[in-house]
């Protein structure tokens, strides 16, 4: 599975972005999906993830409301609606697949990552 991130770039605080996430392969949705991103020297953490179905959706609390995963599957493709972002959203946004069943908040529980896409909110 290639994963192939896109949709970043700069936008002032309050603005909005929507990530696309495209898939290889015909098996996407056999995999949960998930958006993680990293800020420099910071650990990778949890954004958002969608099961199979598509119809259970995870969130960090610091984007609740205001992100919102979703997939289309015969595009093969996951998006991230980000609204009303801030600053502190600044970060490199990575797209992965899970084959497993669990509760998507680790980065273990993903086997295939894509390149990232950075995305840059001025104040």
């Known amino acids: 599975v290639q994963l192939v991130e896109s949709g970043g770039g700069l936008v002032q605080a309050g603005g909005s972005l929507r990530l696309s996430c495209a898939s290889s392969?015909?098996?996407?949705?056999?995999?949960?999906m998930g958006w993680f991103r990293q800020a420099p020297g910071k650990e990778r953490d949890f954004v958002a993830a969608?099961?199979?179905?598509?119809?259970?959706?995870h969130y960090a609390s610091s984007v609740k409301g205001r992100f919102t995963i979703s997939r289309g599957d015969a595009v093969n493709t996951v998006y991230l609606q980000m609204e009303s972002l801030k600053p502190e959203d600044t970060a490199v946004y990575y797209c992965?697949?899970?084959?497993?069943?669990?509760?998507?908040?680790?980065?273990?529980?993903?086997?295939?990552w894509g390149q990232g896409t950075q995305v840059t909110v001025s104040s």
């Open positions: 969608i099961n199979r179905n598509g119809d259970n959706t």
């Open positions: 392969g015909r098996t996407f949705s056999t995999y949960a």
């Open positions: 992965a697949a899970s084959p497993f069943s669990g509760t998507y908040y680790y980065v273990y529980e993903y086997d295939y």
